[in-house]
């Protein structure tokens, strides 16, 4: 393995990222590049647009994962980056810890050239800022185990599927009419980001992996002070610090019926996902109705000629990390059902779009999660990992 370093701004020292990102798109040896960076924008990528066009004409493929933290990307900087990735992820934690890596990973058969450093993929980060960055050269299949690392770390981040979420044109453009982000062609006074009242409500949550906690100061007592209520009447203390809040959250591991993969032999896919205690120490047969649920309007209709509830819910969908937009869903609830065996009572009505969208993957054994925000709106994701419970929610 060799090592160099690369710095900025002085031109007759050490090498600028700038120049050699665009010295390695055009290397022929190397076919992938992976960006994790915590900012990008226009003024960066603009001077690299060209490399990153002709090393994707010619067959190499770029995937990117960018940070929106500190308000330090622009609208015109993830525009731009979606347009010059075959594959695009936003990162942010709401959970707290700001998103901060800066990492530019190339490779081909028999090389990789990994970028460590402080610059972001921004004009200053590329030339010309005060900045220092680590270039490791990769003998391949020899030094394959550092590749692999660096390969699990940002495998790791993609699998935050409430954090890390893929840019489709709906989020982009959340994002960018957001204050999280800053606009390259006007000045902006910096602004509050989501914590404000009037922001857009954004499907970014929280990491799933337990994360390492910084020691404490030696001596040193915190003191934490609690907001004051605002001019608009909001609540002191954390409560302020997102418009919406998670009330509840419930969620169960999918089987082949809930998930729309009947098994063989011509079955019939049921269309509901059922509403079950799953892992929770309730009473299945009354929370949905009266707890999760509370907040919709339900009207009372028929099932199989009795008497039963229904209400139409609007969610927020996500699905491995995608998100989809807004979708109404109905919801059923039947006292009927329960035939005195504590059997499901109520059930949710994938509706045709969503039950394709399962019909066409199966999603089995992976987690649904349904949660009640304080502005009486739901969200439901379908992930791959285990999520965590809430203080206010039933607790497995």
């Known amino acids: 393995m060799e090592v160099r370093l690369l710095a900025g701004p002085f031109a007759d020292d050490l090498p600028a990222l700038g120049d050699v990102m665009l010295t390695h798109l055009d290397d022929l040896r190397l076919t992938q590049l992976d960006i994790v960076v ?12 060209l490399g990153l066009e002709a090393f994707r004409a010619r067959g190499g493929a770029v995937r990117a994962i960018v940070g929106i933290d500190e308000r330090g990307a622009t609208r015109q900087g993830l525009a731009l980056m979606r347009a010059l990735c075959d594959e695009m992820w936003i990162y942010r934690d709401t959970s707290g810890g700001t998103f901060h890596p800066k990492v530019y990973l190339f490779r081909g058969p028999e090389l990789a050239l990994a970028i460590i450093g402080s610059a972001n993929l921004t004009r200053g980060g590329l030339w010309d800022n005060y900045e220092l960055s680590t270039e490791l050269s990769l003998t391949l299949p020899a030094e394959t185990a550092v590749l692999g690392e660096i390969d699990s770390w940002i495998g790791r981040l993609r699998a935050q599927t409430e954090a890390c979420l893929e840019a489709s044109d709906l989020l982009l453009a959340n994002v960018s009419s957001s204050r999280l982000v800053q606009d390259e062609d006007r000045h902006e006074a910096w602004g509050e980001g989501d914590n404000t009242p009037h922001a857009v409500i954004l499907p970014f949550g929280s990491a799933g992996s337990r994360k390492v906690r910084a020691p404490a100061i030696a001596g040193h007592r915190m003191v934490v002070k609690r907001r004051s209520a605002t001019k608009r009447g909001a609540e002191a203390g954390p409560a302020t610090l997102h418009r919406y809040r998670i009330l509840t959250r419930w969620f169960k591991k999918l089987d082949a019926s809930s998930a729309q993969q009947p098994p063989k032999g011509g079955t019939n896919v049921t269309g509901v996902l059922r509403l079950t205690k799953s892992v929770f120490p309730i009473d299945q047969a009354t929370y949905f109705r009266n707890e999760l ?29 995608r998100y989809l937009g807004r979708h109404s869903f109905q919801l059923t609830y039947a006292k009927h059902r329960e035939a005195g065996q504590r059997n499901v009572t109520t059930v949710l009505h994938w509706g045709d779009t969503v039950g394709a969208l399962l019909r066409a993957n199966s999603r089995i054994d992976w987690w649904v999660v349904v949660e009640a925000l304080s502005d009486g709106s739901f969200g439901i994701a379908i992930q791959r990992l285990r999520p965590g419970t809430l203080r206010q929610a039933a607790r497995p």
């Open 293 to 321: 649920f509370s907040k919709a309007s339900w009207r009372r209709t028929s099932v199989r000629k009795k008497p039963a509830e229904l209400a139409v819910i609007a969610a927020e969908l996500r699905i491995d990390g």
């Open 38 to 49: 915590a900012w990008a924008k226009r003024s960066g990528l603009g001077r690299v647009r």
